[in-house]
Nanobody, 123 residues
């Protein structure tokens, strides 16, 4: 059984930083790990993704230059370092695994999801 456990969310002021972690266990797809977020009243959207094998990274335009995704293969853990946070970054953040290496900005490319962690950025 695949388990993804996110941690690191919280309340931060605008301009601050947070680092999210996603620890994976079980037989999960070792191709891509992604982060998505869902703000109240909005659809879930892609944030960032990373290839387990070569570390290639992908970002949504809205977070480029502010967020950094990384991985620790030995710990089966993926991180999302979020800097210069803005109120519009407020959302529940989810990590997910994908057996694909293309079109990984699409939700439907992911097979297992974590429970989510709340990030709130105050102005």
């Amino acid at each position: 059984q695949v388990q993804l456990v996110e941690s690191g969310g919280g309340l931060v002021q605008a301009g601050g930083s947070l680092r999210l972690s996603c620890a994976a266990s079980g037989r999960f797809s070792r191709y891509t790990m992604g982060w998505f977020r869902q703000a109240p009243g909005k659809e879930r959207e892609f944030v960032a993704a990373i290839s387990w094998s070569d570390g290639r990274t992908y970002y949504a335009d809205s977070v480029k230059g502010r967020f950094t995704i990384s991985r620790d293969n030995a710990k089966n853990t993926v991180y999302l370092q979020m800097n210069n946070l803005r109120p519009e970054d407020t959302a529940v953040y989810y990590c997910a695994t994908s057996p694909f290496s293309s079109s990984i900005y699409l939700e439907k490319r992911y097979d297992y999801w974590g429970q989510g962690t709340q990030v709130t950025v105050s102005s």
